[in-house]
């Protein structure tokens, strides 16, 4: 079993910061990509910024130079720091990491919870 649990969320004024992370945990081989999404009511839920082991990263263009996405091997987490905060960014965030379990040789996707991030005008 793997679980990605996130924290970090709230509520914030525009023009303010978070920072989310991401921590993975369980029977875990390995971690490739790592990912933010996010869903906001009645839309569809879209990537926001990934990286990769090797770390390469990529961001939506609605938060490029905004947000950044860092990670710690390590620690099996991934971070999502967002700085100029839009009311347009309120959304549930959600955690994605494929991930490798034992046995397996295939890396397999799971995802967190979500945590709610409310930009206030």
């Known amino acids: 079993q793997v679980q990605l649990v996130e924290s970090g969320g709230g509520l914030v004024q525009a023009g303010g910061s978070l920072r989310l992370s991401c921590a993975a945990s369980g029977s875990i081989v390995a971690i490739n990509t790592m990912a933010w999404y996010r869903q906001a009511p009645g839309k569809q839920r879209e990537v926001v910024a990934t990286?990769?082991?090797?770390?390469?990263?990529t961001y939506s263009d609605s938060v490029k130079g905004r947000f950044t996405i860092s990670r710690d091997n390590a620690k099996s987490t991934v971070y999502l720091r967002m700085n100029s905060l839009k009311p347009e960014d309120t959304a549930v965030y959600l955690c994605n990491a494929d991930v490798r379990t034992p046995g397996s040789p295939f890396y397999n996707a799971y995802w967190g919870q979500g945590t709610q991030v409310t930009v206030s005008s």
């Open positions: 990286t990769t082991r090797a770390g390469t990263e």
